[in-house]
């Protein structure tokens, strides 16, 4: 393969670290794939078997409009439950659809391997080097945490900014310099600027407004596209927001704490339950203990592990006398269904708020 052009699944603004980190280390052409939208979601919905889960036909949908962009490399980088197995039953859907085009997946081997991702990348540029690849991987780890850095700080702030839009139009100008670091100095330099223009946002905030955590599957956590903008539509009601789940947690804080999150969750979970279910009710004690107002737990529709969470969830929740409410997404989903529900949920807290006075 002569032309080798690259693309990958779109979640969030991660496809700005992910381009980074392949363009640096092969000669490819990177195309990530187009920010999701209604075609996305018929293709992938056209394809995909009935009962799928979400993330599924999302990422198949991303697949397809890559390869009519160009593509002939696709990327899928795996994940602790049935998502991790996919990419096998996306590759023959694919070719039975008449593409050309070859596919690697972190999933067959490790998927949070770092010589498995080495290899992986090997396959596109047989002369990469260890020595460069350590050096760009690191410095690409440090742009996702930096960035998972300042969305935590975002969210938490965001509903209560005076001049509506600052927080994004100078995130869009973080993201284009982090892009544009060729060197670690550069991209430490570029975080800290940004950091104090962040900081420097004028904010209207109470001292005890209304707070929100967010728990549930990561995919649909994370990509603001298959949660309908949850976060934001919070934001605007003067919520402030508070979300574990990033690359940041999925790639390190997860394997250091994993023993800390089965102790936050011992009363009501002794085991791992597959994928992030025991993690999220660790993350809801946690809110619990921290004086939140509400929990929201969302996932795609049939996700097992977040399924058998759910009632231990309702239980702690309940215990703690706690506003919990689920959210579950699928591609028939309502937009405006969800907004409603928002709505009604900020207006109990509100409710229970000014009761508690």
Not at 90 to 108: N, P
Request: some cysteine.
């Amino acid at each position: 393969m002569n032309n080798k052009v690259v693309s990958f699944p779109h979640l969030s603004n991660y496809d700005v670290p992910i381009k980074y980190l392949i363009e640096k280390l092969t000669d490819a052409k990177v195309i990530p794939s187009p920010s999701i939208t209604k075609k996305t979601i018929e293709l992938g919905s056209k394809y995909s078997p009935d009962y799928v889960c979400m993330p599924f036909k999302y990422t198949l949908g991303n697949y397809i409009e890559s390869l009519d962009n160009g593509a002939n490399i696709l990327i899928q980088a795996g994940g602790g439950c049935r998502f991790g197995y996919y990419f096998e039953l996306q590759k023959k859907i694919l070719e039975d659809l008449g593409y050309k085009f070859e596919f690697y997946s972190l999933s067959d081997n490790d998927v949070n391997g770092i010589g498995s991702m080495y290899n992986m990348l090997r396959k596109i540029n047989p002369n990469l080097k260890k020595i460069k690849y350590l050096y760009y991987l690191v410095l690409t780890f440090l742009m996702i945490n930096y960035m998972d850095k300042i969305d935590m700080y975002i969210r938490k702030n965001i509903g209560f900014e005076i001049k509506k839009g600052s927080f994004e139009r100078i995130k869009k100008g973080m993201l284009n310099s982090f892009y544009k670091s060729n060197n670690i100095f550069t991209l430490i330099k570029n975080y800290y600027k940004y950091k104090r223009k962040f900081k420097n946002i004028k904010l209207d905030k109470p001292k005890n407004c209304i707070k929100v955590g967010i728990i549930g599957e990561l995919y649909t956590s994370m990509e603001e596209n298959a949660n309908y903008f949850i976060e934001k539509e919070l934001s605007n009601m003067n919520i402030e927001v508070t979300r574990y789940t990033n690359v940041t947690f999925l790639l390190v804080t997860k394997r250091f704490k994993e023993k800390y999150y089965l102790w936050k969750a011992r009363k009501y979970c002794k085991y791992s339950m597959g994928s992030d279910a025991m993690e999220n009710i660790s993350r809801a004690k946690i809110l619990i203990d921290k004086g939140y107002d509400g929990i929201i737990h969302i996932k795609p529709f049939g996700c097992t592990p977040e399924i058998g969470a759910m009632k231990v969830l309702e239980k702690l929740c309940t215990n703690e006398k706690i506003p919990l409410m689920f959210l579950t997404f699928d591609t028939n989903t309502s937009e405006l269904g969800i907004k409603t529900r928002l709505e009604a949920f900020n207006d109990m807290l509100i409710m229970r708020r000014n009761n508690e006075k």
